[in-house]
Protein backbone atom coordinates (compact mmCIF):
# COMPACT_ATOMS: atom_id res chain seq x y z
CA UNK A 1 0.00 0.00 0.00
CA UNK A 2 1.51 3.67 -0.81
CA UNK A 3 0.72 5.91 1.92
CA UNK A 4 1.43 9.70 1.70
CA UNK A 5 1.95 11.13 5.37
CA UNK A 6 1.97 14.09 6.48
CA UNK A 7 2.57 15.79 10.03
CA UNK A 8 1.30 19.63 10.18
CA UNK A 9 2.47 20.22 13.41
CA UNK A 10 5.71 19.27 13.62
CA UNK A 11 7.62 16.89 10.78
CA UNK A 12 9.08 14.35 11.63
CA UNK A 13 12.25 15.66 10.32
CA UNK A 14 11.90 18.88 12.93
CA UNK A 15 15.35 19.77 14.37
CA UNK A 16 13.71 19.82 17.83
CA UNK A 17 13.04 16.49 19.84
CA UNK A 18 9.38 16.40 21.16
CA UNK A 19 6.82 13.49 21.70
CA UNK A 20 5.05 14.91 18.49
CA UNK A 21 8.44 14.11 16.31
CA UNK A 22 9.10 10.73 17.99
CA UNK A 23 5.45 9.54 17.58
CA UNK A 24 4.84 10.74 13.65
CA UNK A 25 8.54 8.73 13.52
CA UNK A 26 6.77 5.52 15.11
CA UNK A 27 3.75 5.74 13.04
CA UNK A 28 5.56 5.85 9.80
CA UNK A 29 8.18 2.92 10.93
CA UNK A 30 5.17 0.87 12.11
CA UNK A 31 3.76 1.34 8.48
CA UNK A 32 6.83 0.63 7.11
CA UNK A 33 7.21 -2.48 9.31
CA UNK A 34 3.99 -4.15 7.85
CA UNK A 35 5.31 -3.61 4.10
CA UNK A 36 3.93 -0.43 3.25
CA UNK A 37 5.59 2.01 1.17
CA UNK A 38 5.60 5.35 3.05
CA UNK A 39 6.59 9.34 1.89
CA UNK A 40 6.79 11.79 3.85
CA UNK A 41 4.59 14.41 1.16
CA UNK A 42 4.84 17.40 2.76
CA UNK A 43 7.24 19.87 5.73
CA UNK A 44 4.92 22.74 5.81
CA UNK A 45 4.32 23.49 9.23
CA UNK A 46 0.48 25.06 10.15
CA UNK A 47 1.22 26.05 13.45
CA UNK A 48 0.55 29.30 14.90
CA UNK A 49 0.63 30.20 18.74
CA UNK A 50 -2.21 32.42 17.88
CA UNK A 51 -5.31 32.77 15.31
CA UNK A 52 -3.74 35.92 14.01
CA UNK A 53 -5.10 36.76 10.17
CA UNK A 54 -2.13 37.62 8.37
CA UNK A 55 -0.11 34.08 9.43
CA UNK A 56 -2.67 31.94 8.98
CA UNK A 57 -3.47 33.63 5.19
CA UNK A 58 0.40 33.13 4.90
CA UNK A 59 -0.16 29.23 5.61
CA UNK A 60 -3.46 29.19 3.74
CA UNK A 61 -1.32 29.89 0.64
CA UNK A 62 1.49 27.62 0.91
CA UNK A 63 -1.26 24.61 1.64
CA UNK A 64 -2.62 26.18 -1.72
CA UNK A 65 0.80 25.44 -3.44
CA UNK A 66 1.30 21.98 -2.09
CA UNK A 67 -1.28 20.55 -3.19
CA UNK A 68 -1.03 21.57 -6.77
CA UNK A 69 2.87 20.24 -6.64
CA UNK A 70 1.10 16.98 -5.05
CA UNK A 71 -1.64 16.64 -7.60
CA UNK A 72 0.85 17.24 -10.41
CA UNK A 73 3.40 14.79 -9.12
CA UNK A 74 0.72 11.82 -8.19
CA UNK A 75 -1.25 12.67 -11.55
CA UNK A 76 2.38 11.71 -13.36
CA UNK A 77 4.02 8.82 -11.40
CA UNK A 78 0.69 7.51 -9.76
CA UNK A 79 -1.55 7.84 -7.01
CA UNK A 80 -1.26 7.08 -3.23
CA UNK A 81 -3.74 4.57 -1.89
CA UNK A 82 -4.28 6.59 1.67
CA UNK A 83 -3.35 9.98 3.07
CA UNK A 84 -2.03 9.60 6.88
CA UNK A 85 -2.56 12.88 8.90
CA UNK A 86 -0.65 12.67 12.51
CA UNK A 87 -1.96 14.86 15.50
CA UNK A 88 -4.61 17.58 13.75
CA UNK A 89 -5.74 20.27 15.96
CA UNK A 90 -6.76 23.83 15.99
CA UNK A 91 -3.42 25.26 15.62
CA UNK A 92 -2.38 23.20 13.58
CA UNK A 93 -4.68 21.92 11.61
CA UNK A 94 -4.73 19.68 7.76
CA UNK A 95 -5.09 22.19 4.90
CA UNK A 96 -3.19 20.00 2.50
CA UNK A 97 -4.68 16.54 3.00
CA UNK A 98 -8.35 16.94 2.67
CA UNK A 99 -9.24 18.19 -0.24
CA UNK A 100 -6.54 16.80 -1.70
CA UNK A 101 -8.04 13.50 -1.06
CA UNK A 102 -11.46 14.44 -2.04
CA UNK A 103 -10.90 15.57 -5.19
CA UNK A 104 -8.51 12.56 -6.04
CA UNK A 105 -10.80 10.09 -4.47
CA UNK A 106 -7.61 9.08 -1.81
CA UNK A 107 -8.34 7.34 1.11
CA UNK A 108 -8.31 10.06 4.00
CA UNK A 109 -7.24 8.96 7.54
CA UNK A 110 -6.43 10.44 10.91
CA UNK A 111 -4.12 9.68 13.97
CA UNK A 112 -4.37 11.70 17.30
CA UNK A 113 -6.64 14.27 16.01
CA UNK A 114 -8.03 16.39 18.30
CA UNK A 115 -10.82 18.66 19.01
CA UNK A 116 -12.52 20.95 22.07
CA UNK A 117 -15.49 22.98 21.92
CA UNK A 118 -13.74 25.45 24.49
CA UNK A 119 -11.22 25.89 21.80
CA UNK A 120 -13.84 27.85 19.82
CA UNK A 121 -13.68 30.50 21.56
CA UNK A 122 -10.48 32.92 21.29
CA UNK A 123 -10.57 33.32 17.53
CA UNK A 124 -10.34 29.67 16.56
CA UNK A 125 -13.18 28.74 15.68
CA UNK A 126 -12.62 28.95 11.96
CA UNK A 127 -9.90 26.17 12.55
CA UNK A 128 -11.62 24.39 15.06
CA UNK A 129 -13.94 23.76 11.69
CA UNK A 130 -11.35 22.80 9.48
CA UNK A 131 -10.48 20.18 11.98
CA UNK A 132 -14.34 18.88 12.25
CA UNK A 133 -14.34 18.87 8.51
CA UNK A 134 -11.42 16.84 8.43
CA UNK A 135 -12.46 14.36 10.93
CA UNK A 136 -15.75 13.80 9.41
CA UNK A 137 -13.94 13.27 5.75
CA UNK A 138 -11.89 10.95 7.32
CA UNK A 139 -12.66 7.17 6.26
CA UNK A 140 -10.93 6.56 9.81
CA UNK A 141 -9.80 8.49 12.81
CA UNK A 142 -7.53 6.94 15.06
CA UNK A 143 -7.57 7.65 18.39
CA UNK A 144 -4.93 6.91 20.96
CA UNK A 145 -7.07 8.15 24.13
CA UNK A 146 -10.73 7.19 25.48
CA UNK A 147 -10.75 11.19 25.60
CA UNK A 148 -9.94 12.06 22.39
CA UNK A 149 -11.94 9.33 21.35
CA UNK A 150 -14.81 11.19 23.07
CA UNK A 151 -14.18 14.29 21.56
CA UNK A 152 -14.61 13.26 18.05
CA UNK A 153 -17.33 11.18 18.85
CA UNK A 154 -19.64 14.33 20.45
CA UNK A 155 -18.07 17.01 17.67
CA UNK A 156 -18.84 14.88 14.52
CA UNK A 157 -22.08 13.35 14.37
CA UNK A 158 -21.37 9.76 12.78
CA UNK A 159 -17.06 10.32 12.96
CA UNK A 160 -15.57 6.83 12.10
CA UNK A 161 -13.34 6.16 15.02
CA UNK A 162 -10.96 2.88 16.54
CA UNK A 163 -8.43 3.06 18.85
CA UNK A 164 -4.54 2.93 18.16
CA UNK A 165 -3.04 2.68 21.86
CA UNK A 166 -0.12 4.68 22.35
CA UNK A 167 2.98 2.18 21.33
CA UNK A 168 7.03 2.87 21.24
CA UNK A 169 9.96 0.56 19.37
CA UNK A 170 11.23 -1.48 22.30
CA UNK A 171 13.84 -2.93 20.40
CA UNK A 172 16.44 -0.87 21.97
CA UNK A 173 15.31 -1.95 25.48
CA UNK A 174 15.98 -5.40 24.86
CA UNK A 175 19.36 -5.25 27.56
CA UNK A 176 17.87 -2.70 30.00
CA UNK A 177 15.68 -5.50 31.72
CA UNK A 178 17.16 -5.33 35.32
CA UNK A 179 15.67 -4.43 38.24
CA UNK A 180 16.99 -1.14 39.46
CA UNK A 181 17.55 0.40 42.80
CA UNK A 182 14.18 1.72 43.59
CA UNK A 183 16.09 4.60 45.51
CA UNK A 184 17.78 6.11 42.16
CA UNK A 185 15.09 8.64 41.25
CA UNK A 186 15.15 9.67 37.52
CA UNK A 187 12.84 11.62 35.32
CA UNK A 188 12.76 13.40 31.46
CA UNK A 189 11.57 16.02 30.39
CA UNK A 190 12.04 19.55 28.52
CA UNK A 191 12.14 22.12 30.57
CA UNK A 192 10.13 24.83 29.02
CA UNK A 193 6.64 26.80 30.51
CA UNK A 194 3.39 25.75 30.82
CA UNK A 195 2.72 22.20 32.03
CA UNK A 196 6.00 20.91 31.96
CA UNK A 197 7.04 23.72 34.20
CA UNK A 198 4.29 22.74 36.82
CA UNK A 199 5.43 19.29 37.21
CA UNK A 200 8.77 19.61 37.90
CA UNK A 201 7.46 22.65 40.63
CA UNK A 202 5.11 19.36 41.54
CA UNK A 203 7.93 17.16 41.86
CA UNK A 204 10.30 19.46 44.20
CA UNK A 205 7.07 19.76 46.41
CA UNK A 206 6.57 16.29 46.69
CA UNK A 207 10.19 15.47 46.73
CA UNK A 208 10.49 18.04 50.29
CA UNK A 209 8.21 16.04 51.98
CA UNK A 210 10.24 12.89 51.96
CA UNK A 211 13.72 14.46 52.25
CA UNK A 212 14.33 11.82 55.02
CA UNK A 213 13.92 9.07 52.21
CA UNK A 214 17.59 7.96 51.01
CA UNK A 215 16.59 9.13 47.37
CA UNK A 216 18.75 10.53 44.40
CA UNK A 217 17.13 11.97 41.68
CA UNK A 218 18.86 12.14 37.70
CA UNK A 219 17.00 14.93 35.77
CA UNK A 220 17.07 14.31 32.22
CA UNK A 221 16.38 17.36 30.04
CA UNK A 222 16.76 21.17 28.96
CA UNK A 223 15.57 24.03 27.95
CA UNK A 224 14.28 27.51 28.39
CA UNK A 225 13.72 27.04 31.54
CA UNK A 226 16.30 25.38 32.92
CA UNK A 227 17.51 27.94 35.54
CA UNK A 228 14.19 28.29 36.76
CA UNK A 229 14.02 24.51 37.32
CA UNK A 230 16.89 24.17 38.80
CA UNK A 231 16.29 26.40 42.01
CA UNK A 232 13.18 24.52 42.76
CA UNK A 233 15.56 21.83 43.77
CA UNK A 234 18.19 23.86 44.85
CA UNK A 235 16.97 23.53 48.60
CA UNK A 236 18.19 19.93 48.46
CA UNK A 237 21.17 19.07 49.65
CA UNK A 238 24.34 18.63 47.46
CA UNK A 239 24.61 15.29 45.18
CA UNK A 240 20.84 14.83 45.97
CA UNK A 241 19.94 15.93 42.51
CA UNK A 242 22.21 15.44 38.99
CA UNK A 243 21.74 17.15 35.89
CA UNK A 244 22.32 15.16 32.53
CA UNK A 245 20.78 17.84 30.12
CA UNK A 246 19.77 16.17 26.86
CA UNK A 247 20.55 12.91 26.02
CA UNK A 248 20.57 10.89 23.02
CA UNK A 249 18.81 7.78 22.75
CA UNK A 250 21.34 5.41 23.72
CA UNK A 251 22.43 7.39 26.69
CA UNK A 252 19.09 7.85 27.64
CA UNK A 253 18.65 4.24 27.70
CA UNK A 254 21.59 3.72 29.34
CA UNK A 255 20.24 5.87 32.02
CA UNK A 256 16.84 4.06 32.58
CA UNK A 257 18.68 1.19 32.66
CA UNK A 258 21.08 2.46 36.08
CA UNK A 259 17.51 3.94 37.68
CA UNK A 260 14.26 2.07 39.32
CA UNK A 261 11.76 4.87 39.32
CA UNK A 262 10.12 6.64 36.83
CA UNK A 263 8.93 10.09 38.65
CA UNK A 264 7.09 12.43 36.81
CA UNK A 265 4.11 14.01 37.12
CA UNK A 266 2.41 14.77 34.17
CA UNK A 267 0.65 17.54 34.42
CA UNK A 268 -1.52 17.91 30.84
CA UNK A 269 0.61 14.86 29.30
CA UNK A 270 -1.47 14.03 26.24
CA UNK A 271 -0.19 10.24 27.28
CA UNK A 272 3.53 10.30 27.40
CA UNK A 273 6.07 8.43 25.53
CA UNK A 274 8.59 8.52 27.83
CA UNK A 275 6.30 6.81 30.69
CA UNK A 276 6.15 3.86 28.15
CA UNK A 277 10.31 4.00 27.36
CA UNK A 278 11.14 3.80 31.28
CA UNK A 279 8.52 0.85 31.87
CA UNK A 280 9.87 -1.19 28.66
CA UNK A 281 13.61 -0.61 30.87
CA UNK A 282 11.64 -1.87 33.96
CA UNK A 283 10.88 1.71 36.07
CA UNK A 284 7.72 1.80 37.60
CA UNK A 285 6.20 5.05 37.39
CA UNK A 286 4.59 7.57 39.71
CA UNK A 287 2.71 9.67 38.12
CA UNK A 288 -0.71 11.68 38.60
CA UNK A 289 -3.98 10.47 37.18
CA UNK A 290 -4.48 13.17 34.94
CA UNK A 291 -5.16 14.15 31.11
CA UNK A 292 -3.83 11.04 29.09
CA UNK A 293 -1.50 9.07 31.56
CA UNK A 294 -4.21 6.14 32.36
CA UNK A 295 -3.35 5.27 28.96
CA UNK A 296 -0.15 4.90 29.12
CA UNK A 297 0.46 3.27 33.03
CA UNK A 298 -1.68 0.52 34.61
CA UNK A 299 -2.27 1.80 38.29
CA UNK A 300 -1.03 -0.65 41.01
CA UNK A 301 0.50 -2.54 38.45
CA UNK A 302 2.94 -1.23 36.44
CA UNK A 303 3.09 2.00 38.68
CA UNK A 304 0.73 4.59 40.52
CA UNK A 305 -1.18 7.40 39.69
CA UNK A 306 -2.23 9.61 42.44
CA UNK A 307 -5.22 12.39 42.45
CA UNK A 308 -4.08 15.49 40.46
CA UNK A 309 -2.77 17.88 42.37
CA UNK A 310 -2.63 16.17 45.41
CA UNK A 311 1.27 16.73 46.53
CA UNK A 312 1.41 14.83 49.90
CA UNK A 313 -0.41 11.35 47.59
CA UNK A 314 2.24 11.98 45.49
CA UNK A 315 5.45 11.95 47.88
CA UNK A 316 3.43 8.94 49.79
CA UNK A 317 3.34 6.94 46.54
CA UNK A 318 6.89 7.13 45.61
CA UNK A 319 8.08 6.74 49.80
CA UNK A 320 5.48 3.46 49.18
CA UNK A 321 7.81 1.86 46.77
CA UNK A 322 11.04 3.34 48.13
CA UNK A 323 10.18 1.27 51.31
CA UNK A 324 8.70 -1.83 49.66
CA UNK A 325 11.74 -3.42 47.50
CA UNK A 326 9.90 -6.59 47.24
CA UNK A 327 6.07 -4.37 45.22
CA UNK A 328 9.04 -2.28 43.28
CA UNK A 329 10.23 -5.90 41.72
CA UNK A 330 7.09 -6.91 41.12
CA UNK A 331 5.92 -3.74 39.45
CA UNK A 332 9.28 -3.80 37.40
CA UNK A 333 8.62 -6.94 35.60
CA UNK A 334 4.84 -6.33 35.42
CA UNK A 335 5.56 -3.19 33.14
CA UNK A 336 8.39 -4.58 31.09
CA UNK A 337 5.61 -7.15 30.51
CA UNK A 338 2.70 -4.72 29.63
CA UNK A 339 5.11 -2.79 27.19
CA UNK A 340 6.54 -5.67 25.20
CA UNK A 341 2.96 -7.50 24.93
CA UNK A 342 0.45 -4.65 24.39
CA UNK A 343 2.37 -1.49 23.39
CA UNK A 344 5.27 -2.39 20.95
CA UNK A 345 5.81 -1.58 17.24
CA UNK A 346 5.20 -5.02 16.07
CA UNK A 347 1.56 -4.65 18.06
CA UNK A 348 0.71 -1.29 16.51
CA UNK A 349 1.66 -2.37 13.12
CA UNK A 350 -0.37 -5.08 13.35
CA UNK A 351 -3.26 -3.20 14.11
CA UNK A 352 -2.37 -0.66 12.10
CA UNK A 353 -2.56 -2.79 9.24
CA UNK A 354 -5.52 -4.81 9.76
CA UNK A 355 -7.10 -1.31 10.13
CA UNK A 356 -5.81 -0.44 6.62
CA UNK A 357 -6.57 -3.19 4.60
CA UNK A 358 -10.35 -2.87 5.67
CA UNK A 359 -10.53 0.68 4.59
CA UNK A 360 -8.36 -0.17 1.33
CA UNK A 361 -11.11 -3.44 0.93
CA UNK A 362 -14.18 -1.32 1.32
CA UNK A 363 -13.50 0.92 -1.15
CA UNK A 364 -12.51 -1.67 -3.74
CA UNK A 365 -15.66 -3.31 -2.69
CA UNK A 366 -17.75 0.07 -3.75
Known amino acids: MRIAFYAPLKSPNHPVPSGDRQMARLLMKALRSAGHHVELVSELRSFSATPDADMRRDIAARADAERSRLAASWRQGGMPDVWFTYHPYYKAPDLIGPPLAQALGIVYVTAEASYSERRNDGGWRELQASVRQAVGLAALNLCFTARDLRGLAEAVTGARTARLLPFIDIAPFSDAGGIGDPRRLVTVAMMRSG ?24 VIGDGPQRAAVEAMFARFEPGRIEWRGELGQEELIGALAGSGLYVWPGVGEAYGIAYLEAQAAG ?25 DGDTGAYAAAIAALLDDPAEHAA ?32 KNDG
Open 283 to 307: LPVIAQSVAGVPEVVVDGQTGRLTA
Open 331 to 362: MSKTARHFVATERSLEVAAKRLDQLLQSLIGD
Open 195 to 218: DKLESYTRLASALQLIENRPWRLS
